[in-house]
């Protein structure tokens, strides 16, 4: 069986070399769990200490980490060229019908960048913001975790 959703925007993030063709690799997959997980813990520590822009940060990356495991099990990873938004725009293309929460990735990586890059006019992450942030990267972390358990993606076949 192959996994079908969103095949047509993957091949186009791979010919444009936003994504590449690796081994697919479990053992990825699961270390990017486990450093969403620490990630996640630490966020939840910075948010008790005050250090909201980090908490933040660290939310946003167990996110995408997240993500990018489902993309490891498959054999792609991003490139410098697609960086975070082709794994945003990957995992949405096959996901975002069936799990919705990467429907708030886009969201989360726009307001991490404006806290990670501010300018004058721009106010750092409420605390409220960091515990959204964590939640949907909890809940990322959780179905992920729920998608690989249930061996459904096969490696990438063009």
């Known amino acids: ?3 079908t959703p969103g095949r047509d925007r993957i091949q186009r993030l791979l010919d444009a070399g936003q994504l590449e063709r ?5 053992q990825v997959a699961t270390r990017l769990l486990t450093d969403a997980s620490y990630h996640l ?13 980090g908490a933040y940060q660290l939310a946003y990356d167990a996110l995408r980490k997240s993500a ?3 993309l490891a099990v498959q054999g792609l990873r991003a490139t ?20 919705r929460v990467f429907r708030s990735f886009s969201r989360i990586r726009r307001a991490r960048n404006s806290f990670e890059y501010p300018d004058s006019d721009t106010i750092g992450p409420t605390r409220d913001d960091v515990r959204d942030a964590i939640d949907t990267a909890t809940t990322t972390r959780d179905a992920v975790t729920t998608v690989l358990a249930q061996d459904v993606l096969d490696p990438w076949r063009p």
Not at 22 to 26: F, I
Not at 80 to 99: C, E, K, L, M
Request: no cysteine.
């Open 22 to 26: 690796v081994a697919p690799d479990q």
């Open 1 to 3: 069986m192959t996994w």
């Open 68 to 70: 990018a495991a489902l």
């Open 41 to 53: 813990d630490t966020a939840a520590a910075g948010l008790d200490a005050g250090d909201l822009a």
């Open 80 to 99: 410098s060229r697609g960086g975070h938004v082709a794994v945003q725009d990957a995992v949405t293309a096959q996901f975002g019908d069936t799990a």
